[in-house]
């Protein structure tokens, strides 16, 4: 059984700041998925990471996939305020469904 | 192209009452889920479908119950709606399982 944990869960940033949140996953999982979250609103789709060694860039985000360490990161470079909002992953391997971490709560402060 | 919809968007409930939530996708996806989201925490999965007449049991499905007659229409059932259901409800659909289009939710509260 799936199982991905997040870290850190919340997170206080300064702006101009970088910082890395991590995504552990248990067993394998074949697509690692990052989404953003607004208050009150739905799921943003981010990124999709299918293979060892992926990384994916947009913007001021960049997201990476380790899949020998069951691992995948979301590097925030230089933040800004409109970063602020709460960051998922998710896995998933084949026809099942995705597996979501807890979150993490981004503020990032001036 | 609408996506996926789900109604009501909010809705308030007593203690025993029972309710549908709707959710309707128009992108021909065979793989339809439900999530419940609590606060502070991540999507925990209800139900989900693989395609008309074919449901299953995720990680929480205690309370709630779901059918799929039809590929657009996976509606979840509240029967006898307890403090503990009160929570966000989001739908989602996939084709083949790569990207996933997620409803707007539903804000239900048990009082």
């Known amino acids: 059984e799936l199982k991905v944990e997040q870290n850190p869960l919340f997170l206080s940033m300064q702006e101009g700041k970088n910082y890395t949140i991590y995504c552990n996953y248990s067993?394998?999982?074949?697509?690692l998925y990052w989404y953003r979250q607004d208050p009150g609103k739905s799921l943003e789709s981010l990124f999709v990471?299918?293979?060892?060694?992926a990384v994916k860039q947009e913007g001021r985000l960049m997201a990476s996939l380790d899949t020998k360490a069951r691992l995948s990161t979301l590097h925030i470079t230089a933040a800004v305020h409109d970063l602020s909002a709460t960051y998922f992953c998710?896995?998933?391997?084949?026809?099942?469904?995705?597996?979501f971490g807890k979150g993490t709560r981004l503020s990032v402060i001036a | 192209n609408a996506g996926v919809t789900q109604t009501p968007k909010f809705r308030i409930l007593k203690i025993g009452q029972s309710m549908t939530l709707q959710c309707t996708q128009d992108?021909?996806?065979?793989?339809m889920y439900w999530y419940r989201q609590d606060p502070g925490m991540g999507l925990k999965l209800i139900y989900y479908s693989v395609g008309a007449g074919i449901t299953d049991k995720g990680e929480v499905p205690n309370g709630y119950n779901v059918s799929r007659s039809t590929t657009e229409d996976f509606p979840l059932r509240l029967e006898l709606a307890a403090p503990s259901q009160t929570s966000v409800y989001f739908c989602?659909?996939?084709?083949?399982?790569?990207?996933?289009?997620f409803g707007s939710g539903t804000r239900l509260t048990v009082v």
């Open positions: 990471l299918l293979s060892n060694g």
């Open positions: 067993t394998t999982s074949d697509r």
């Open positions: 998710a896995g998933a391997s084949g026809n099942t469904p995705l597996v």
């Open positions: 989602a659909s996939t084709d083949q399982g790569y990207g996933y289009t």
């Open positions: 992108m021909n996806h065979n793989y």
